[in-house]
């Protein structure tokens, strides 16, 4: 039974580049979490998504930042335009859904480096 | 959700026990406490959580005391891969929402 996998593993962009990050969710899970966490700070929370719905982005900058979870595939966190502040390493989690209180499976993370 | 307060920093020496305190002093009926660990770059690992009675499980034991206002992570027999920070969160588990929010954490050091 896989765990969340997160592709990929490092990313290298230039600054104005697009990035896209991949998150697959376990199996049998249908809810999936964000967070960034910056060098030598703590993980923050970004979004939270349900299969075609955003239910919480309550952490995700106004601009240039987006998530998606389609009906079919993986989870995309999308960065547009990006800026040296946006390296850092982003890390996606899962859980089944529906269940108050349920553990959530965090992936390896994505580093995410800007030129 | 209810705020933590945990020291920075702890050593332990490997074998022995390792105690890692959280304060959660406004903690409501309906929070759970839930303890999770992260290995140098890697994603956070879950470890154990709980409301109101101890609990043990392969990993550690978490002893709540029973006014519920903190509580301590034991890893019984740390290793030198226990070298991790520890996160203390204190979630409702009311399912709005699961999302957790991570604070500055303990970093344990298991010395030789």
């Known amino acids: 039974n896989a765990g969340v996998m997160q592709n990929p593993r490092h990313l290298v962009r230039r600054r104005g580049q697009e990035a896209r990050l991949r998150c697959s969710p376990m199996?049998?899970?249908?809810?999936v979490y964000w967070y960034r966490q910056l060098p030598e700070e703590g993980l923050k929370f970004m979004v939270y998504?349900?299969?075609?719905?955003?239910?919480?982005e309550s952490g995700m900058p106004k601009e240039r930042f987006s998530a998606e979870f389609p009906k079919e595939g993986p989870s995309i966190l999308r960065i547009q335009q990006v800026v040296r502040g946006d390296s850092a390493a982003y890390f996606c989690?899962?859980?089944?859904?529906?269940?108050?209180?349920?553990?959530?499976?965090f992936g390896s993370g994505t580093q995410l480096s800007v030129l | 959700d209810a705020k933590t307060t945990q020291p920075t920093s702890m050593d332990c020496a490997e074998g022995r026990a390792a105690n890692l305190p959280c304060n959660h002093s406004?903690?409501?009926?309906?929070?759970?406490v839930y303890w999770y660990r992260q290995i140098h770059s890697q994603g956070p690992q879950y470890i154990i959580h709980?409301?109101?009675n101890n609990e043990t499980n392969e990993m550690a034991s978490l002893i709540i005391t029973e006014d519920r206002k903190s509580s301590t992570l034991i890893l019984p027999h740390a290793t030198l891969r226990d070298t991790a920070v520890y996160y203390c969160?204190?979630?409702?588990?009311?399912?709005?929402?699961?999302?957790?929010?991570f604070g500055t954490g303990t970093l344990l050091a298991v010395q030789p």
């Open positions: 989690a899962s859980s089944p859904g529906g269940n108050p209180g349920e553990k959530l499976f």
């Open positions: 199996k049998g899970h249908s809810h």
């Open positions: 998504l349900q299969k075609e719905n955003i239910i919480d």
């Open positions: 406004t903690i409501s009926g309906n929070e759970y």
């Open positions: 709980g409301l109101k």
């Open positions: 969160i204190v979630r409702v588990a009311d399912g709005a929402t699961n999302k957790l929010i």
